[in-house]
């Protein structure tokens, strides 16, 4: 299966989710990856304040942040390979990416 990691801009923690105002974005990548990795499907997310060295030693984002600044993640690689910038990856383009459904992104009802 296809690996993707996510790797994203400076933020206060790592997800994203703290503070008053809550980024729906943040709040909707924060529950696939949590639903992926549930399911055991490899999917990393790497902050640049929590994570700087997964900036530094991964060779491809290295040179895209030497070459474009910081203003251009998040950076998306499946495989290594970038395959979107300046944003995440909607569900539909993720459940491609991994050739799953896209109900292994849905948040399940706990009140089944």
């Known amino acids: 299966m296809k690996k993707i990691t996510i790797y ?3 933020m206060c923690c790592p997800t994203g989710l703290c503070g008053v105002g809550v980024d729906p974005e943040l709040l909707r990548i924060s529950t696939v990856v949590n639903n992926l990795e549930e399911r055991h499907i490899e999917i ?56 799953i459904s896209l109900s292994y992104l849905a948040v399940e009802d706990s009140n089944k």
Do not use: C, H, W
């Open 44 to 99: 990393k997310r790497y902050n640049l304040i929590n994570s700087p060295m997964q900036f530094v030693t991964n060779k491809t984002v290295n040179e895209m942040i030497n070459k474009n600044g910081v203003d251009d993640l998040p950076f998306v690689l499946v495989d290594d390979q970038i395959v979107i910038t300046g944003r995440y990856p909607t569900n539909e383009e993720i459940a491609a990416y991994l050739d």
């Open 8 to 10: 994203e801009p400076a």
